[in-house]
Structures are given as structure tokens and as C-alpha cells.
């Protein structure tokens, strides 16, 4: 099979959950952090370095890639893999998170949603069916259905008519798929209400797809009503499917995920607080353009195997970072994907022991639960 899941071990204590995706462009070991290459490259960094940071699997948007430089010149390179020499999986999600969150004067009906590009103010359609085409031209491995985000706060009234929207729109996508080499992912819906989100769930499961995203999550509201709503829905995932959190990737929240069962994550947060001079640490966030690491010439974190830490301090990195040079962004950015990689790898590790509760337990007590 072109794409297969296959669930290893469930933690006794936590259910937490350790497993194994397969792919047309290779096996992704979960639970898994996806680092972001929004436009086609993950910002700073080469595919190289990425490897180099044991990155599985990395991510592309397709909003951006049809806006620029448009998905029919990526695929006369051959796909997103040639063209951005990326030999391992990509997931590509469906363009309608950025649809709702970056375009200008969007219309949204039936029919899909009509926007103005936030580059250049030109008009655009969206319809379930033009999302699964660009993607398909694309050739990500996985690919994610078209939905409606509901934003934080909105009524029932509203986060109900999105939900049933995403569902038609999910039947469309379903339909207007023509590859078998690719994976479509379904998405959960149903903004912070415990009856939609159930629904949601209850109904995405009845179709036997691939896997699951959970979408809505992580759009300002607490980290508290997040973990609630992953709460509920868990007992209506199938067991047998990965579980995708969408955009979520700060430390705590990836810990906080697969105690509740989440599969796979991405974030841009890890390489966008490195280019602004802030690192992770398992000690929490670490400030490196702060003045009182001037004369510190340490790595920026003990223990960790990163081409960042292997090579440079603190006191160096401030320096470059003061100067406005540029390989401070590329070290930052190297460090943080590295040390989200090794966390999953410590993740998965504890799983497979069942001592993940333990791991937990001393992972929050070192680096406390709001410092990231």
C-alpha cells in the first residue's frame, strides 16, 4: 500500500500513542513534529540541514505555492519534492486556514470562497475541488481536505453552519480526488463547543479515511479550552488512523497533544521566534539576544547534538544577532527543529516503555508549563 498506519504501542498509563506511517516518499515514526516550509522551503534552512535535524516530514501551504509561483510551474519541475529537493514526505494542507486568516474581502458561499490575494490585491476562487486539484499537481503525499476555520469567539450558530459546510465540502474533496498515491486527511471542526466537536468527529470516522486533522485550534484561544476540546473528541477518533493537531508546535502544547493521543503536529512558531533571537531549551525559552549572554560561551543548550550547539555559544550567536548578521536566524532555526525532533524522539522512546506519565512529569517540573 502506497499509505499505511500502523499503531505499535499505546502507553498503559497515558493511552498516549506510538506508531508508524507509510508513505510513498518514505516511513514517518510517530508522534512527530512537522517543521513548515510555507513557500516551499522551510526559512533559512536547507534540505540538508533539515536531515541533518532528523525532520521526517515537512509541510507546504497550498494558498501561498498557487499564489506564487503557482502550482503548474512546480509541477513542470516535476512536483513539490523536485522542485524544493525534498526527497521525504510533504503534507500539504488545503489553503483554508489562510483563506480565512490572511485574504482580503473573502466571500464565502456553497459554491467554495472567493478572496483577494494579501500580495497583490488579485481575485481568486476557492472551491473544495480547486484545493484537491492544486494540490494534486503539487504531489504532496498527504493532502488535506478544504474547510471552514471558525474563528475564536464565535456563537453556535455560526461554528454549527461552518462544521456542516466542511462536511459537504469534505464529500466534494473526496469526489474531485483522482490520485492514489496520495493520502486525503479529513478535518475536525466545530470551534470550542463539545457537541459540534463530537459530531464532527463521530461523522469524519464513519468515512474510513487515511487520517484525521483537527483543525480550529491554536486561533487565541487559551491553551486550557484546547486541551478540553482534544478531550472530548479522543474516545470518537479511530484507534487505527493517525490524528493530526494542526498548527500547534510549542513545547508544551507537543507534550500536552500525545498525552491526549495526537499523531503528528506542525507549527512555523519553532524557526519564527528563532529569527527574533529565542531558542528552546528543556529548561523553557532561552533569550539569547539578552545582554547578559554577552559573555556566555556555552552551547545554547548542554546536551543537545544540533550543528548550532556542537559549534558555537551563546556569547557568539548574541554577538552575530546584535550585528544583524544572518547565520544567527539559520543557527536559532537549526537548534529549535533539532530540539522538537529529539523531543518527539524522547516522546515516542517513554511510550514505548510505558513510563511516558514519568516523562511527563519530569519534563514539567524542569521547564514549567508557561514558558514557552
Known amino acids: 500500500m502506497a499509505f499505511e498506519f500502523e499503531l505499535l504501542h499505546v502507553d498503559s498509563k497515558t493511552g498516549a500513542r506510538r506508531g508508524r506511517l507509510h508513505t510513498p516518499h518514505g516511513v514517518i515514526e510517530t508522534p512527530v513534529f512537522m517543521p513548515v516550509g510555507t513557500q ?16 521526517e516530514i ?14 503548474d510551474l512546480i509541477a513542470e519541475a516535476g512536483d513539490l519534492h523536485s522542485f524544493m529537493n525534498w526527497d521525504r514526505p510533504i503534507l500539504t494542507d488545503s489553503g ?28 481568486h476562487f476557492f472551491a473544495p475541488e480547486t484545493s484537491i486539484g492544486i494540490q494534486e499537481k503539487l504531489g504532496s503525499d498527504i493532502i488535506m ?7 475564536y469567539p464565535c456563537d453556535h450558530a455560526r461554528a454549527k453552519a461552518a462544521l456542516g459546510r466542511t462536511l459537504r465540502w469534505l464529500d466534494r474533496c473526496m469526489k474531485a480526488k483522482t490520485r492514489d498515491d496520495q493520502a486525503l486527511f479529513g478535518i475536525v471542526q466545530g470551534a470550542f463547543y463539545k457537541d459540534l466537536r463530537i459530531e464532527s468527529a463521530r461523522q469524519l ?3 474510513d479515511l487515511p487520517g484525521y486533522g483537527i483543525g480550529g485550534l491554536s486561533v487565541g484561544e487559551p491553551k486550557e479550552i484546547m486541551y ?11 484507534e487505527n488512523k493517525p490524528r493530526y493537531l494542526m498548527g500547534v508546535g510549542s513545547p508544551d502544547c507537543l507534550v500536552e497533544g500525545v498525552l491526549r493521543g495526537v499523531d503528528m503536529f506542525d507549527c512555523v512558531l519553532a524557526t519564527r521566534v528563532a529569527r527574533n533571537g529565542t ?4 529548561d523553557g525559552r532561552l533569550v539569547v539576544r539578552n545582554a547578559k549572554y554577552a559573555h556566555d560561551f556555552t552551547p545554547l543548550e548542554a546536551d543537545c547534538d544540533c550543528y548550532a550547539c556542537k559549534n558555537y555559544t551563546r556569547g557568539y550567536i548574541r554577538h552575530l544577532l546584535k550585528a544583524q548578521e544572518i547565520l544567527p536566524l539559520r543557527l536559532n532555526s537549526i537548534h529549535n527543529i533539532r530540539f522538537l525532533t ?21 519534563f514539567f517540573a524542569r521547564a514549567g508549563r508557561g514558558n514557552w
Open 145 to 151: 481536505q478544504f474547510d471552514e476555520c471558525s474563528p
Open 40 to 55: 516551499a522551503s522551510v526559512k533559512t534552512m536547507t534540505s540538508d540541514e533539515l536531515k541533518d535535524c532528523h525532520a
Open 96 to 123: 483554508g486556514f489562510q483563506v480565512f486568516s490572511l485574504a482580503e474581502l473573502r466571500k464565502v458561499t456553497e459554491d467554495g470562497v472567493e478572496f483577494r490575494s494579501h500580495l497583490d490585491g488579485s481575485k
Open 279 to 282: 531558542v528552546f531549551t528543556r
Open 342 to 362: 529529539r523531543l518527539m524522539e524522547d516522546m515516542r522512546a517513554a511510550i514505548e516503555q510505558d513510563l511516558f506519565a514519568d516523562w511527563c512529569e519530569e
Open 58 to 71: 515537512i509541510l507546504s501551504n497550498t494558498y501561498h505555492l498557487h499564489l506564487r509561483p503557482g502550482e
Open 228 to 238: 478540553e476540546m482534544l478531550d472530548e473528541i479522543r474516545p470518537y477518533m479511530p
Open 205 to 207: 470516522a464513519q468515512l
